[in-house]
DNA sequence: AATGAATGAGGATTCATTCAT
DNA sequence: GATGAATGAATCCTCATTCAT
């Protein structure tokens, strides 16, 4: 009743659902680079655009802010994994491909480590479930006896050099805190910038990484 | 029908120039508080109403919405620069008071290299300035030989561990470098959760912190 | 960046022409199950999901919002004709349907009186036509002496007791005014509410109804 | 960041705070109309254009959807509640005057009995809150032995003529419901077309009403 | 004939900012 | 100097409707 008297006129044309995997595609591509420019809270009327279609593709394909957001993450977290599943990838290999996510998108760890005030992507369940793949995958091919993977236990955290127990030791949360302070340091206008950055935060750590690069599949 | 005299009504009164000063305070108090729980994108209306004056008044003294964020970092900043220039404090002891502003609020640092992408606080000025205050401060009593602030030439990023020449050294970025990974560690919902995440950061990365407390002025 | 192949998808199957009328009446179903629960301005898209369709068959079906809303409507309107062209019956036992009809779709005769401001189904033709159908019905049935039935002069209306020509007198409205009392009345969560209400109101005029039911067929 | 880039150019002019009361007045004024015309789902933003103001007036003075609505109800009950208050005045002269306002605006008492389904201000607190002032104020002046007012114990509705106890007698129902039948019958285009229904109702229920006109003050 | 994606106008809502008082 | 109402642009989001497949 109260609703679109006459959307008629003329349409620019229904290029069908055929272009709906391209659609779908062409807005992961579109948030990215907004996102990088932008920021994660940019409109999203701005990404419908750039990708070239109309607003209500955009919530077709993702019903809310957080969704688009976690479709980014996603492709990012599926490199990382592709590279740590891949046979006889070193450990450093893995921290390139992760460096190069970082230099590539500012925005990618970050929305690892939401936590409500600042974070993007509150509760929202996917977001815990890329969380949980990256580390799973980075875990995955960290060698026995790596400064990032050592047990912890809840003394270590007090006095970290005295001796412990062996037993109840909980996986460590070192691999995670290392991944969040890098990509706390990464920041700049380029992804050259970045990249620079990262590697001297890695450095910093003391920890190597190998040839900061994408996945090559 | 749409006039309605109702001359006076009778307006909160104007407390007056005196209240000048205490609005000002009143407002960056408040901004930090909103700051803490919304983050920087907070509506300013809400730390009007907070502060418990009008919306004119916040306008008044900070022209635009980065001048009161500006504002609440100066007074982190100012605390910093005081605990450094105590006579006989150690570096470590600086630290311990950077870390509990970091834990105090998330925001802090993290305005300190904002970059456009996701950086609040872009170009402006003040900004720029407190980060130089900040970094002076710190680098003030930041000893001799410490792995922080070991001067840097352009090979030493390539190959740190060669033998350099002392001339055309340029001041570590090491530094900065380090609380910006700290800063991008700290996450949590409480100060405690913050604080943990901050010194377990320093931990690894090596760096003695002192107590985790505010300048005792 | 924008072109993904996925050239056939496999779509749930076009299960051809012998579908449309059960398409149909599985559309007309979804409305009256909507409509109950959301109102008359309830999205379309959700009746087509409910009746398990694509939205482009309730178009072809019913060209615009009106026409499915008609299309519920004429059911009801149908079912109270058949009631009254039923040999024996009572005009009390049909207002007995219509009551039963009433109770179950609070829609129903709020249709029937459609007048712009509040009303659905505005000027469209066929709200008239099923208005008129209805009343034939239920007049049909009217016994004479009825105090429903008393034809209506214009002096009538002003003073109704005053003897008055028989010449000239039309039918009466108050026919259909009683109708529209009564299920302006009708309100309440379940159809249990609202057929108590719809009886008190019938009480109210005096008028004596059959039992509430559907007809029979 | 990502807000209200620039909103500067040249504004309207801001009549002040002065303004407020006076602007209240005519959204309200505004919202009847709109009402009337094009009921209560009519777009809000058509109220604010029609009053003259900006949307966020409206946003400001009333808060949500309800609020402008209840407000527009709220005068209606409050002339009702004046007439039945006068000194001397007949049950009769106070249903004159709801007749008058059912007659203006076809939404008066639609808004009293919302119930979920095309109710509008459903669990609206204030609709309650009119509809109990109102039912408040037609009761205080209703006569010892009226019709509408006779008690009700619960086999009275099951079997209304028989014999029934005084004691337990609720008070009746069918005030309201009279008042919610009658206003299930004003439907028309003008005034003076629902008022013409309106009487017809209230005869049709042998129910006298004096003059219909607003209360005079 | 059916499907369901695409389109985009329209309505709701929020704030940054101005400015009369 | 303070107050807080006014303004309206911008963003979000929802659907009615079309149309390629």
Redesign the interface.
């Known amino acids: 009743?109260?609703q679109h008297p006459t959307p008629d006129e003329r349409r620019p044309a229904n290029r069908g659902?055929?272009a709906a995997?391209?659609?779908?595609?062409?807005l992961v591509?579109a948030a990215r680079e907004i996102?990088?420019?932008?920021?994660?809270?940019?409109?999203l009327s701005g990404i419908a655009r750039r990708?070239?279609v109309g607003q209500g593709v955009l919530y077709r394909h993702f019903p809310d802010r957080d969704a688009i957001a976690s479709a980014v993450l996603e492709e990012n977290v599926r490199q990382v994994e592709e590279a740590a599943a891949d046979e006889g990838v070193s450990f450093a290999g893995v921290l390139g491909v992760v460096t190069w996510h970082l230099a590539q998108s500012?925005?990618f760890i970050?929305l690892l480590?939401a936590?409500?005030?600042?974070?993007r992507l509150r509760a929202h369940a996917s977001a815990q479930d890329l969380s949980e793949r990256f580390e799973r995958a980075l875990r995955g091919c960290l060698p026995d006896g790596h400064r990032l993977g050592a047990p912890q236990t809840p003394e270590a955290?007090e006095a970290?050099d005295a001796p412990h127990t062996s037993a109840a030791a909980a996986p460590s949360?070192?691999l995670m805190?290392?991944v969040?302070?890098?990509?706390?340091?990464v920041?700049?206008?380029t992804p050259e910038d970045r990249e620079?950055?990262a590697l001297?935060?890695w450095?910093?750590?003391?920890i190597t990484v190998g040839p900061v690069a994408p996945f090559k599949g």
Chains 1, 2, 3, 4 share one sequence.
Do not use: F, I, Q, W
């Open positions: 009743m109260t659902p055929k995997a391209g659609n779908r595609a062409a591509a996102y990088a420019v932008h920021g994660l809270d940019a409109p990708a070239g500012a925005a970050g480590h936590d409500g005030a600042n974070g955290r970290p949360e070192d805190l290392a969040a302070m890098v990509s706390g340091a920041t700049g206008p620079r950055r001297a935060a450095r910093l750590l003391g």
